[in-house]
């Protein structure tokens, strides 16, 4: 496999595919006042209502800096809460706000757009493939 030029190995296809697919929703995103990472906190949150910032932060792909970071950016905006203290722990839960329900709503549908024009030209039954090789490549390295 080291025999592919750069461009044709499969690491570097799917880093590309990646900057890519980030690129045009960051283009997307921005009308609604949103970067990718906010996007991901808030659809996080609606997976993992009541999230720590540390499950966040590990979901998300991001340092706990950048997700201290982020949520700033979300609580300014009212679209999340962060709770004033931890139920157990030290773990504080971070939740939705109606407005972050609704900024995710319309923050979902563009992104479902971007993830739809990437596959337009694939068929259903290359779109499970992809998924499935993906899956795999994923168990693989994990």
């Known amino acids: 496999m080291s025999d592919l030029p750069t461009g044709d190995r499969p ?24 970067s990718m990472s906010q996007y991901a906190v808030l659809r996080a949150l609606d997976d993992h209502p009541g999230a720590s910032s540390a499950e966040l932060a590990r979901i998300t792909f991001v340092t706990r800096q950048s997700l201290r970071d982020v949520l700033s950016g979300l609580r300014t905006a009212g679209l999340v809460t962060v709770a004033e203290q931890a139920p157990t722990g030290r773990a504080r839960p971070v939740t939705l706000t109606p407005s972050g329900h609704a900024q995710l709503k319309a923050a979902e549908d563009l992104v479902a757009r971007v993830e739809e024009d990437m596959l337009d030209t694939l068929s259903a039954d290359q779109r499970r493939r992809l998924t499935d090789l993906l899956h795999t490549c994923v168990g693989n390295l994990t």
């Open 11 to 34: 690491g570097y296809l799917i880093k590309r595919a990646q900057q890519a697919l980030n690129q045009t929703c960051t283009d997307r995103l921005r009308p609604l006042g949103l």
